[in-house]
């Protein structure tokens, strides 16, 4: 794959162009031949979750809300790699990336990004991007993507130093990036996500009544979101430990 055949979509949380904004127009300059699209969520009619469960329970299309939200989906499935990004706003993801979390939060149920590699990035003045990176990589990855960098950059003094320091880091995790990309390399999925989607298949079956949607993407499913060669003793793991959850929340009902 040549570089003028990527596509990067970058998912800014920024409320406005500020320090993380910076760093993608730093990465789109750096690599010109790349089809590079930066989404600014604060340029975007996204609409507060309701928190009514329709998206999950009987399928996203039911969502009463009618906002940009199919769009930046669209932009995901369309893209090679994501970078998701955000500033750090006490400790945490910014408000904007939590209201994007959560008008796709169905995702996690019904994940569909896998083949998809994406990278996390954080900015802060402080203390607390690594919170942020983590939180962003544990919750897309529960979506499909395969994260292959993250990047924590401080942006105290925006001194000369600092900035090329920061930019240096950046430009190292874009280059994972896109070189994660270029390999077609296939993996394996992880433990964690062997449990998450036990736990997932053993929840649709529970609740299939109420929540036919997810009843309905994992009924045909049997050791994973498709089909891949799992090894026998890391599957029976796997098993083991979501059985103990659902256990836990069966005994809590």
């Given at each position: 794959?040549?570089?003028?055949?990527?596509?990067?979509?970058?998912?800014?949380?920024?409320?406005?162009?500020?320090?993380?904004?910076?760093?993608?127009?730093?990465?789109?300059?750096?690599?010109?031949?790349?089809?590079?699209?930066?989404?600014?969520?604060?340029?975007?009619?996204?609409?507060?979750?309701?928190?009514?469960?329709?998206?999950?329970?009987?399928?996203?299309?039911?969502?009463?809300?009618?906002?940009?939200?199919?769009?930046?989906?669209?932009?995901?499935?369309?893209?090679?790699?994501?970078?998701?990004?955000?500033?750090?706003?006490?400790?945490?993801?910014?408000?904007?990336?939590?209201?994007?979390?959560?008008?796709?939060?169905?995702?996690?149920?019904?994940?569909?990004?896998?083949?998809?590699?994406?990278?996390?990035?954080?900015?802060?003045?402080?203390?607390?991007?690594?919170?942020t990176c983590k939180y962003l990589t544990e919750n897309?990855?529960?979506?499909?993507?395969?994260?292959?960098?993250s990047v924590e950059l401080m942006v105290a003094s925006?001194?000369?130093?600092?900035?090329?320091?920061?930019?240096?880091?950046?430009?190292?995790?874009?280059?994972?990036?896109?070189?994660?990309?270029?390999?077609?390399?296939?993996?394996?999925?992880?433990?964690?996500?062997?449990?998450?989607?036990?736990?997932?298949?053993?929840?649709?079956?529970?609740?299939?009544?109420?929540?036919?949607?997810?009843?309905?993407?994992?009924?045909?499913?049997?050791?994973?979101?498709?089909?891949?060669?799992?090894?026998?003793?890391?599957?029976?793991?796997?098993?083991?430990?979501?059985?103990?959850?659902?256990?836990?929340?069966?005994?809590?009902?």
């Open positions: 794959m040549m570089a003028n055949d990527l596509k990067i979509l970058a998912i800014c949380g920024s409320p406005h162009r500020g320090n993380t904004y910076d760093i993608l127009n730093m990465l789109e300059q750096s690599n010109p031949e790349v089809d590079f699209n930066i989404l600014m969520l604060s340029e975007l009619n996204l609409k507060d979750c309701f928190g009514c469960y329709s998206c999950i329970n009987r399928g996203e299309e039911t969502c009463p809300l009618k906002d940009d939200r199919d769009t930046i989906i669209k932009e995901m499935i369309d893209a090679d790699g994501t970078i998701f990004a955000s500033p750090t706003y006490a400790r945490m993801i910014s408000a904007l990336m939590k209201k994007f979390v959560e008008r796709t939060s169905y995702i996690a149920h019904r994940p569909m990004f896998f083949g998809k590699y994406a990278m996390a990035l954080a900015t802060c003045a402080g203390f607390g991007a690594d919170l897309f990855t529960q979506y499909g993507f395969k994260f292959v960098s925006k001194s000369e130093s600092e900035t090329k320091h920061n930019h240096h880091k950046a430009r190292i995790a874009y280059q994972k990036l896109i070189d994660a990309i270029k390999s077609h390399k296939k993996f394996e999925p992880s433990l964690n996500q062997l449990v998450y989607f036990n736990i997932f298949k053993s929840i649709s079956e529970l609740n299939k009544l109420k929540g036919w949607a997810d009843y309905e993407f994992y009924k045909d499913k049997k050791d994973f979101y498709y089909d891949v060669e799992v090894p026998l003793l890391k599957n029976k793991l796997a098993k083991w430990i979501a059985g103990k959850e659902i256990k836990k929340m069966k005994a809590n009902k």
